[in-house]
Structures are given as structure tokens and as C-alpha cells.
């Protein structure tokens, strides 16, 4: 049976739009404006509820890579911790990266005050 099978038209359209990226779900908007503007707008409300339109929730991320039991425990018990633990690292990854931005905007900043003030001392 399909992983998507229970889901319904709107549930497969979301898991496949989710499975492109933000690209798509932007692609589907301006598309939704084009052909009825209320489609547009309802889908617009539908990103920024869920919280498509500003980055990649938890749940999408796991839907994504998530998969029917394959009957192999074993298997199923390695595959599981292999995912976590990439998630742990993706999470630890984006925190890092995070750091990194910050890093870079503070050491930005405190050139403009430096520069800034060499300005005001003349």
C-alpha cells in the first residue's frame, strides 16, 4: 500500500508539493492567483499557518524521510537510529550555522561602529 494512500487529493498534493521545496508551494500560489484569485490566497494562508513559507518544519523534514516498516525488525531498528541520528546532526548542523550568521553580523556591526566613530572623531 502507498505511503500516501490514506491521505486524500489535498494530502498527496501537500507530501508532493513538500517533497520539491518552498519552490514549488510558490510555483502552486502564483499559479492559485493566476487561475482564481481566492485559490492563490488560500494557498498564501495555508504556507504561512503551516510554516512552509519560512523554512522547513520538523514535520515535513520527517515525512519526508519517514517509510513504511519493511517487516525486518532489524533493518527497521538500524534505519530508524541512522535517521535520528542524521536529524541530530542536521539540528546540530543548522544550530552551527546559526552561530556562524550571528557571528558574522555581530563582527559586521561592531565594524560599522568602529568606522562610525573614527567618522565623528574628525
Known sequence: MPRNAGLGPFGRARDWLDERGKAAW???MILGFVAFWPVG???LAYMIWSKRMFGCSKRSYRSRYHAMPTGN???DAYREETLKRL???HSEF???LQKLREAKDKAEFDQFMEQRETKTDN
Request: glycine share 0%; no cysteine.
Open 26 to 28: 510558490i510555483i502552486a
Open 94 to 96: 543548522m544550530d552551527f
Open 41 to 43: 490566497l488560500a494557498i
Open 73 to 75: 525488525t532489524a533493518f
Open 87 to 89: 536529524e541530530e546532526e
